[in-house]
């Protein structure tokens, strides 16, 4: 394992760091494509972009945007604006002109990257139009939008030209406007405690929350898991997971670079594809939902690959199943997997598995608290610790917690309280060894595909459509996904809607896995005394309508 003075340094540092010690060692592959840095080349690349957003005016502190799948240019991205100070705002690639617009105007972002799409080549480009008009008619970097009126520059990946956007390669040209002296001068003023990624995570109040995480957040949490899983120079870390999750740009990229490990991402997620790349590369190591995994063995079935250099890697973002566990060990071979528990608010990872952890311990449990990292389990209503095997609120503290929500005092407030304990709304049990077991949530919350899912922003979006009343979200199991959404409508008096009708309405506008698998239409909601509505009869109608215990899904891809 690499030493890395957590707390005392920046992304910047560790960067510079690995490529004085590892200079000609992999730093990022990306095999499909033939692209290959060393550290020191990869160094020097994420310098020539810090200099190039420099060159463009952006300062530190100020807010940039991406939205683009797993190409090298996101990677680039992460540590050549972490290198001249810009905070980097990751944008989730399924999300359509509805969400991009709140979270460009919320973050107050001045700068957005992005590519041409991931379901066809120019869907992120005609969004960004329809969102500003105004791009057809300005010089790059001079957009005066409307909409959004602190956004100024558009920076497309790839090579066609697009009225009022720069392209990539403008930027590192523009490089040479800057000198080494002034990025050193910009890097000196740099602190670990500065935000330098925001993520934005959905929120019971309707609208996603944009999580601040500083250099110390992010490099300390990417050590603590690179620690447990005995990551050094010597690994390859295949990495399927998206970028814009913590799990990708955390657990992925940034643990490779604290450890003097390779990268080796994955652009799009695809059974095959990660198979041949862990084959062709060696990799030692891969990251994964539980149904990537499932994937993975599936097509395993039809053809050899060899996997043998696998030791371990992550399963996170859903509970696992103990066989699908018990399979990435013994066919796959990586008999050092580990589990990771976490949020975006706790950079992401609170509790985890370690590689010496026999394999009950890893499919029963989620580890035990991470390195420097307080976990505690207390009474939700009276806030008063609990005793081990009794379930309660798990609650965490240290390095790892978030310094807010941006521009959400009372959001933050909410959750975390005095003494900087992040309340995390999940319901857990912890044993006399320190090993938990998520049992629920208190927060109303659905998980899809690893995806999380607050039913009050699909409550607010739907709400908009002049023909609904009300409406009350709520998940189901699925076989496939873990959960799926279903929603209870109540549709205006006079007014007559349908499935297609609602799901129409939904599509471009919010991401795919939001939208209702089932859409309910109801005269009244199951209600207390009291007048609140009952979600959890909601979804055991959902069940008995269905006739189903396990499965409701439905491929809105």
């Known amino acids: ?7 005392k340094v920046t992304i910047g540092n560790v960067v510079d ?3 004085s010690d590892y200079p000609d060692h992999d730093a990022l592959v990306y095999y499909h494509r033939g692209l290959r840095y060393t550290y020191k080349e990869f160094c020097h690349t994420c310098n020539q972009v810090a200099k190039g957003f420099m060159s463009l005016g952006v300062e530190k502190g100020e807010n940039v945007a991406i939205w683009a799948n797993n190409v090298s240019e996101w990677v680039l991205a992460q540590f050549g604006t972490a290198k001249m100070g810009a905070v980097l705002v990751t944008v989730n690639t399924n999300y359509r002109a509805f969400e991009l617009e709140y979270l460009l105007k919320q973050s107050d972002s001045t700068t957005i990257i992005l590519t041409g799409g991931v379901r066809t080549s120019d869907e992120y480009v005609k969004i960004m139009y329809d969102l500003c008009p105004e791009l057809n008619h300005c010089q790059p970097g001079q957009l005066n939008c409307k909409k959004l009126p602190k956004l100024k520059n558009v920076i497309f990946i790839g090579e066609e030209k697009s009225p009022g956007m720069y392209n990539w390669i403008d930027i590192l040209e523009m490089s040479g406007e800057v000198t080494d002296e002034e990025l050193s001068q910009r890097e000196q003023v740099l602190e670990p405690d500065d935000v330098i990624n925001m993520q934005y995570t959905s929120g019971t109040t309707g609208f996603p929350k ?23 120079p010597a690994d390859r870390l295949c990495i399927p997971v998206p970028f814009f999750h913590c799990f990708g740009c955390v ?3 940034l643990l490779c670079v604290v450890s003097g490990a390779t990268m080796v991402p994955v652009e799009k997620f695809e059974a095959v594809k990660v198979l041949e790349i862990i084959e062709a590369e060696k990799c030692t190591a891969v990251h994964g939902v539980p149904t990537m995994f499932i994937a993975e063995l599936e097509a395993m ?30 066919l796959m071979g990586a008999s050092e997997i580990c589990i990771t528990y976490g949020q975006t608010e706790a950079s992401p990872g609170i509790t985890m598995t370690r ?29 008063e610790d609990l005793q081990p095997g009794v379930q309660g609120e798990l609650c ?8 807010g929500y941006y521009n959400m005092p009372e959001a933050t407030a909410s959750t975390m309280d005095k003494d900087n304990w992040l309340h995390t709304g999940d319901l857990a049990v912890m044993d006399v060894d320190g090993y938990c077991k998520i049992t629920g949530r208190l927060k109303d919350m659905i998980i899809r595909g690893g995806e999380n899912i607050y039913p009050r922003e699909i409550e607010e979006f739907l709400y908009t459509h002049p023909k609904v009343k009300d409406v009350q979200v709520v998940g189901i199991a699925s076989e496939k996904y873990g959960e799926e959404v279903v929603a209870f409508v109540q549709v205006k008096e006079r007014e007559v809607v349908n499935e297609d009708e609602l799901r129409g309405f939904c599509k471009n506008q919010i991401s795919f896995y939001k939208i209702p698998a089932c859409i309910f239409f109801v005269d009244e909601y199951p209600t207390t005394a009291s007048g609140k509505i009952q979600k959890f009869k909601l979804r055991e109608l959902a069940m008995k309508e ?12």
Not at 305 to 319: Q, V
Request: proline share 4%; with cysteine; hydrophobic share 35%.
């Open 355 to 383: 590689t010496s952890d026999p394999i009950e311990l890893r499919v029963s449990t989620v580890g035990r608290a991470l390195p420097n990292v307080e976990v505690k389990i207390v009474n939700p209503e009276k806030g």
């Open 210 to 232: 944009g999580v601040m995480l500083t250099h110390t957040n992010i490099i300390g949490n990417a050590v603590s898991q690179a620690e447990c899983m005995r990551f050094s």
């Open 546 to 557: 269905l006739n189903r215990d396990k499965d409701v899904s439905i491929d809105m891809t």
């Open 251 to 253: 657990m992925g990229t």
């Open 17 to 19: 760091q690995m490529a």
């Open 1 to 7: 394992m690499v030493a890395v003075d957590v707390g």
């Open 301 to 330: 079935k039809n053809k050899n690959y060899d996997t043998s250099s696998l030791r371990t890697g992550i399963m996170a973002g859903a509970p696992c199943p103990t066989e699908v566990m018990k399979s990435v060990v013994n």
């Open 396 to 403: 965490t503290r240290g390095y790892h917690v978030m310094k």
